[in-house]
Structures are given as C-alpha cells and as structure tokens.
C-alpha cells in the first residue's frame, strides 16, 4: 500500500463520519445550510482558503501545490443537494426531516470532495492550483449554471474539470465513463388546456378539456416515435394529469398536464420544444379550447470532451486496474455538470457502488426512498481525483 492509499484510507474512515452526518441533515434547492456551513467549518479547520455563498449556498475553495509554475488549475466538482423524498432506507443515520432526503447521494460526493480537499492540503503534491466547487441545487436548480453566472471561473479560474456520480448500477470497484454525451438535457414542459365547465350530464354546454388533455397525452408520445431518429434518444414522460374537483358530475374548465423531455442533441430538442407547442395548439384547435404551454430548459446534455474522458479513463485504470474501468451507455438521467463543460473540457465519471446484496440499499437507484450512497467507495473516488491532480498537474 503507497503512502498516499494510507492517508486516503484514514481520511476517508472521517468522511464516512461526515458523509452520515450529511445525510441525515438533508437540504434541498439553494437551502443547503446545513452542508454549507459544514464543508466551511472543515476548510477553516484545515486553513484551507475558500469562499462561501457562490450562488448563494455554493462553496468554492482554492489549494495551491508545493510548487505552482505551472500557471495551471484544475477543478473537482460535487453537488451537495438532496431530494424531496421521505427517506425509508432503514439505515441508523437516516434523513432526520421528514419529505428530505439524500436520495442521489450528493453526501457522499460532497464527502469525497472533503476528503480530497484533506489529502491535498497535507500532500500538495502538484504544481499548480486545484480548485474545489461545491455546488447547490443540482436537482432541477441549476446551480452550476447560478455558480457560473456569479462569477466562478472569474474567482476560481480553472483549465479542466472533473466530476462524478455514484451508480448503483454498477458493482463497487468499477468505474464506467463514456465520451461525448453521457447524461442527456433536461427540460420540464407544462401545458394548460381551458375551455369550459359544467353539468356533466349536458356536456354539449360545455368545452371538455379531460377528451383534449387524454388525446395530447398520446399525440405527444408520436414525438419520439414517430418524429425523432431511431437512433438519436429522446424521452417525453408526462408526469402528472390533472382536471376536474373530483367531483363525479361537474365537468371542469382546464386540465393540465406536465412532465420532462430528454435528449442527446440540440437539433432533437429544438425540435421537441417547437412540435410540442404545435401538437398542443393543433389538439386545442380540434377540441374548441385555449392552450397554453411553458416549455423551460433546465439543463444542458452532459458531453465529455474526449482529451479529458481519456486523462479521466487513466487515472481511474490506476486507481481499479483496466480491466474495472467500461465502456458507459448514456443515459436519459440528467446532470447539471454539463453547464460547466460548456465553458471547459473535462469529463465526468461514473463509480459504481452496488453490492452482490440486490437488496442492499446501496444497489436500489438513485432516488428511491430505499437508496443510500455507499460510504466504500469514498477512498476510490477520492484516490482516483488525487490521481488525476497529480497527474494532470506534476510536480516534475
Ligand atoms: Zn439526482
Ligand atoms: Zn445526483
């Protein structure tokens, strides 16, 4: 064992201290208090220079290496959010709000940052500078981009930046990366179709949204399979349908329906965004009623640059041999890391954390009530960012 897995073996026996205590104080969507102030106070302990309340409850913290000529930086990034769950994991460390819950185990991407953020300020074995991004509001509240808006590359300048998520897809002890897009653009949609309430026994007084909204939850789905290429995905899930009072004879005025569209690339989304607005108006025209629909962009595609998927691939073959680093499939899961490979390369990976138990919580997906992040893989992940520190930035 090098000296460097030892240290790394002690720090992460902490985090895995930290990341429980994380978890059971889960925050979501810019309240992130708790971890905030908790990733802060470890800095401070460690004289680690950092800055609080980049898109209001984000944290950016700066190392400098034992020699900095290089006039390089480069960047790790974890997402410190949770989710509007109610935990039912079983686990003694358990969400303690009810309706929160680290159910995407940002926890543990926040410990594993923490425990990088250790080993480097002990170690700096580097020439350069690392910078360390914790992120808010990654579910759905684009903190990367907010980070981005209020001036992070600016503050804490950086060349290249890595990243990953947990996968309980994935047995612990492999990591999966692929490059180009890996996570696809996120966006929300939701439509209101109103016509005109009343007696559900005299319909032909009325304008009946609930036919309209039924028919549009079927004629969007021709969206993917009959207008989007077979071989380039996209997803339109609706998610909620909502008319009526729930009384059994009063016709209502409006129904709504809402839910997510997916894709890979931006022609296919363009072409989302603008064919669903026309499918819901050409319905409404057909049924005699008004629509309107908001269509919000959330996120952009998660794509890795290849240059840094392959420097990503390396460090990660040192850390679990060759053999334990595969070939990813995207997926239709989004991520708020693509906003910052917009602006610079870098490359983020997937670490497994399954185990043989199927019944473990550390193998139940990501936002289940019954999931939890698996604090074993916190030495790896946290080694295979020193690996890829130390290499992208050396010493000699
Ligand atoms: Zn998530
Ligand atoms: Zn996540």
Redesign the pocket.
């Known amino acids: 064992m090098t000296i460097r897995d030892q240290l790394i073996r002690t720090i992460s026996a902490e985090a895995t201290e930290w990341r429980r205590e994380l978890h059971q104080n889960p925050q979501t969507m810019y309240e992130e208090e708790f971890a905030s102030a908790f990733i802060c106070r470890k800095l401070t302990e460690w004289g680690i220079a950092h800055e609080r309340g980049i898109a209001k409850t984000g944290v950016a913290a700066s190392i400098e290496g034992r020699r900095n000529h290089s006039g390089r930086a480069i960047a790790f990034r974890a997402?410190i959010d949770a989710l509007d769950v109610t935990e039912q994991s079983g686990q003694p460390w358990s969400s303690r709000t009810p309706g929160k819950m680290h159910g995407?185990?940002?926890d543990g991407?926040t410990a594993t940052l923490l425990a990088l953020a250790h080993y480097l300020q002990q170690t700096r074995n580097f020439d350069g500078v690392v910078q360390l991004i914790f992120q808010p509001a990654?579910?759905g509240g684009r903190g990367a981009f907010r980070m981005l808006e209020e001036g992070l590359l600016e503050r804490f300048p950086f060349d290249e930046i890595y990243g990953y998520?947990?996968w309980p897809m994935l047995a612990r002890g492999t990591f999966a990366i692929c490059a180009g897009p890996m996570l696809a653009a996120v966006d929300s949609f939701a439509i209101e179709l109103t016509g005109k309430g009343g007696h559900a026994g005299m319909p032909h007084y009325t304008r009946d949204a609930v036919p309209a909204a039924a028919q549009l939850v079927l004629t969007l789905q021709t969206l993917v399979s009959r207008e989007t290429d077979p071989l380039a995905s996209a997803v339109i899930s609706i998610t909620n349908l909502n008319a009526g009072s729930g009384a059994f004879n009063v016709i209502d005025r409006s129904a709504k329906l809402n839910g997510t569209g997916r894709s890979f690339r931006p022609e296919v989304r363009d072409h989302i965004e603008r064919r669903m607005q026309e499918m819901a108006n050409g319905v409404a025209l057909c049924y005699r009623l008004s629509c309107t629909v908001e269509y919000a962009r959330l996120m952009d595609a998660t794509v890795n640059h290849p240059e840094s998927t392959m420097h990503a691939r390396s460090a990660a073959s040192a850390v679990v041999g060759e053999a334990n680093v595969k070939d990813l499939e995207p997926v239709m899961?989004g991520?708020d890391f693509g906003g910052f490979l917009l602006e610079r390369p870098g490359a983020f990976m997937a670490i497994g954390q399954a185990e043989a138990d199927s019944a473990s919580p550390h193998s139940q997906g990501?936002h289940t009530p019954f999931y939890d992040f698996n604090d074993a893989i916190i030495p790896t992940a946290a080694s295979y960012f020193a690996e890829l520190a130390e290499r992208r930035l050396p010493i000699d």
């Open positions: 997402d995407c185990g940002h991407h990654e579910e998520h947990n899961g991520e990501v």
